[in-house]
């Protein structure tokens, strides 16, 4: 029974030995295989590879794809005009020589980008400073790209790693510059609408003026046709009766007091305190002059 478990103690340690010996490289990664704290074996191929057991020889992965490092938060950049620019931009890399990476940055990518990327930062400085506003942000932008991406390849070789690509995502004026210009469009607009409105207002009084002035006119033509024709009917109408009261003077000087009784007892409620015996009253007495002829029969 002992030397059944001696066996089988033998075999699991030969076991636990076989599989500290053994390691997978992925297609993606670099496998560094280290002898007793040196860099003994870069391995880029992929497959099932084999080493050492610990503490002999262990093995750390580098990941060998296209990695992306943007911009931090950066400061203005002054071009050749004086005028501050604020520049996002990004950077593609990738690891081509694992020793010279982890003697350069170690293990963790993190290291090469805060050491990169204060070289980046000062590549597009240097860029920018030689250009205008306008050949930054339209005319010479891709050979700005193509001359950091140049200028950061002998950089990137000490590092250990190859730069990609370079791209700008985005220039902005600086925050004081973009709050002015924003002021200066706010106060010109505000200009624009107050000119504006004191050209709408001015069309305005002088339409409602040139519109009073034609009522005034269209009125006035109107009140004198108006008494035009009332003057021609009063005409009329005074021939009429002057001819009709022309062949009987008795009627008319009854149909006149009739239409003084109309006017005078217009309203039911009205008072009136007169003399019975005045003239006025003659027609309703049927005196002479004011009693109509009777109808013929």
């Keep these: 029974m002992n030397r059944i478990g001696l066996y089988a103690a033998a075999a699991l340690a030969a076991l636990m030995l076989l599989f500290s010996a053994i390691f997978v490289v992925d297609q993606r990664q670099f496998a560094v295989v280290y002898a007793l704290g040196e860099i003994k074996e870069v391995i880029s191929q992929p497959g099932l590879k084999f080493k050492l057991p610990p503490p002999f020889q262990n093995v750390v992965f580098l990941d060998r794809r296209m990695q992306t490092m943007d911009s931090p938060e950066t400061r203005p950049i002054f071009t050749a005009e004086k005028k501050s620019l604020v520049i996002d931009w990004l950077v593609k890399w990738r690891i081509v020589d694992a020793r010279q990476f982890i003697r350069n940055n170690g293990v963790d990518l993190r290291n090469i980008e805060n050491r990169l990327s204060p070289i980046v930062q000062a590549t597009f400085n240097e860029e920018v400073t030689k250009r205008t506003v306008r050949a930054v942000l339209t005319t010479e932008r891709d050979q700005v790209m193509q001359d950091v991406r140049t200028r ?26 973009t709050d002015a210009v924003y002021r200066r469009m706010e106060s010109e607009r505000k200009r624009v609408a107050n000119e504006l409105r004191s050209t709408g207002a001015a069309e305005g009084e002088q339409i409602r003026a040139d519109a009073d ?3 005034e006119v269209i009125v006035a ?29 008795q009627f008319a000087s009854f149909y006149r007091s009739l239409g003084a009784y109309r006017s005078a007892f217009r309203d039911k409620t009205d008072v009136m305190v007169v003399d019975p015996n005045s003239d006025f009253f003659d027609a309703m007495r049927g005196k002479s002059g004011g009693t109509p002829a009777p109808a013929k029969k």
């Design 221 to 249: 033509e109107a009140y004198r046709d108006a008494q035009k024709v009332q003057g021609e009917g009063d005409a009329k109408a005074a021939a009429l009766f002057s001819e009709a009261f022309g062949k009987d003077p």
């Design 213 to 215: 002035r034609q009522r």
């Design 152 to 177: 950061l390849v002998d950089e990137a070789e000490a590092f250990g790693i190859e730069i990609v690509d370079v791209r700008i995502k985005r220039v902005d004026f600086a925050r004081e510059i």
